[in-house]
């Protein structure tokens, strides 16, 4: 495998100058990484495209979403909300644990994508976590997502705020949900005829559909969805399907886990580690001493806590339990987490 220096492959730099230029006609904040060549011979005629996997890919699209400074992530349980809390992480888990699995395969639908082995690794090594947008900071929840992700109002919401919105973090991507038949849908779709007729005229230079561009499959729902808002924040970590071990350097910030879901199938999760935490403290303290807080900065989202929400169908007891107990984590935090009832309690009486 090498990675071949301009200087003595200039068939494939100049093939691979030409796509770039054509992908960035569509979504002008991708770059290239690198890219990897298996030949013999003077000189490779294919080779494989490494390409940012950052916010930056999003940037004069809409799904770039650098409005939105706090999002609020509904959980069905009080026990969820407490795990997250405890533990100091957030899950972004693959696409495999999907609770639709209709989603991902709303866009292949679209684009007639058939390539299932394509389809599973898309789902298997594609890492996220959503969130809804929020407009009014002072009644952040609605009641429709309450009904779908909040455990019909006996849930809760976590409001979080972003120390970092407009930093181009590694390995992750912000972006707003695209519904129906929407302008992005339309410029993908086009970007992907652009890459196949790109491939038939070029005889196949590049051996794969980089996970910079397979990740808008992801950011697709039917229309029907409108309502929910969704931004989602997604990373991708390919692994072995055996040892399960990544098969490339993890992000230091964020470790890859496996489980079992309830259904019984395996699924895999990135642990992010929230603002304040244990584990956020000691990544911080890590770069610092290395004199590279910057790096820490770009790793990854700083996600800080900013107030609990609890579902519209808590009593007041419930309410006074979880608020001791939120006190107390908020120690561990360094910094106050508040509390407040779902201000659709009102209309419930």
């Known amino acids: 495998m090498t990675n071949s220096g301009p200087e003595k492959t200039p068939y494939i730099d100049k093939i691979i100058k030409e796509y770039l230029r054509g992908l960035n006609s569509f979504y002008p904040g991708i770059r290239l990484i690198g890219r990897y060549s298996l030949f013999s011979g003077e000189q490779p005629y294919n080779c494989r495209l490494n390409l940012t996997l950052r916010n930056s890919n999003v940037e004069g699209t809409d799904y770039a979403s650098t409005d939105q400074k706090y999002l609020i992530h509904y959980?069905?349980?009080?026990?969820?909300?407490?795990?997250?809390?405890?533990?100091?992480?957030?899950?972004?888990?693959?696409?495999?644990?999907?609770?639709?699995?209709?989603?991902?395969?709303?866009?292949?639908?679209?684009?007639?994508?058939?390539?299932?082995?394509?389809?599973?690794?898309?789902r298997?090594?594609?890492?996220?976590?959503?969130?809804?947008?929020?407009?009014?900071?002072?009644?952040?929840?609605?009641?429709?997502?309450?009904?779908?992700?909040?455990?019909?109002?006996?849930?809760?919401?976590?409001?979080?705020?972003?120390?970092?919105?407009?930093?181009?973090?590694?390995?992750?991507?912000?972006?707003?949900?695209?519904?129906?038949?929407?302008?992005?849908?339309?410029?993908?779709?086009?970007?992907?005829?652009?890459?196949?007729?790109?491939?038939?005229?070029?005889?196949?230079?590049?051996?794969?559909?980089?996970?910079?561009?397979?990740?808008?499959?992801?950011?697709?729902?039917?229309?029907?969805?409108?309502?929910?808002?969704?931004?989602?924040?997604?990373?991708?970590?390919?692994?072995?399907?055996?040892?399960?071990?990544?098969?490339?350097?993890?992000?230091?910030?964020?470790?890859?886990?496996?489980?079992?879901?309830?259904?019984?199938n395996p699924y895999s999760y990135l642990e992010l580690p929230l603002f304040g935490s244990t584990k956020y403290i000691e990544l911080e303290k890590f770069y610092n001493n290395n004199g590279v807080k910057d790096n820490f900065i770009k790793s990854l989202p700083i996600l800080k806590i900013n107030k609990v929400v609890l579902g519209y169908r808590h009593s007041l007891e419930t309410l006074l339990d979880c608020e001791s107990i939120i006190s107390n984590v908020s120690n561990n935090y360094k910094h106050d987490i508040e509390i407040i009832n779902s201000y659709l309690k009102e209309y419930m009486k």
């Open 124 to 264: 298997k090594s594609f890492h996220s976590v959503s969130f809804c947008g929020i407009h009014n900071l002072a009644q952040p929840d609605k009641f429709p997502m309450w009904r779908l992700y909040g455990g019909d109002g006996y849930g809760a919401a976590i409001v979080f705020e972003i120390l970092n919105p407009n930093t181009d973090w590694h390995k992750y991507m912000l972006a707003r949900i695209q519904y129906g038949n929407s302008a992005e849908r339309d410029k993908y779709i086009d970007f992907l005829r652009f890459h196949s007729q790109f491939q038939i005229e070029n005889n196949r230079p590049i051996t794969n559909l980089p996970e910079a561009v397979f990740a808008f499959m992801g950011m697709h729902k039917n229309d029907i969805w409108n309502y929910e808002e969704e931004i989602r924040l997604i990373s991708h970590y390919e692994y072995e399907e055996h040892s399960l071990e990544p098969k490339t350097a993890q992000n230091q910030a964020a470790k890859l886990r496996h489980s079992i879901g309830q259904n019984g």
């Open 75 to 122: 959980t069905s349980s009080l026990q969820n909300l407490f795990n997250i809390l405890n533990s100091g992480f957030l899950r972004l888990s693959n696409l495999s644990s999907l609770n639709d699995p209709q989603e991902l395969l709303y866009m292949a639908k679209e684009i007639n994508w058939i390539e299932t082995s394509q389809l599973n690794l898309f």
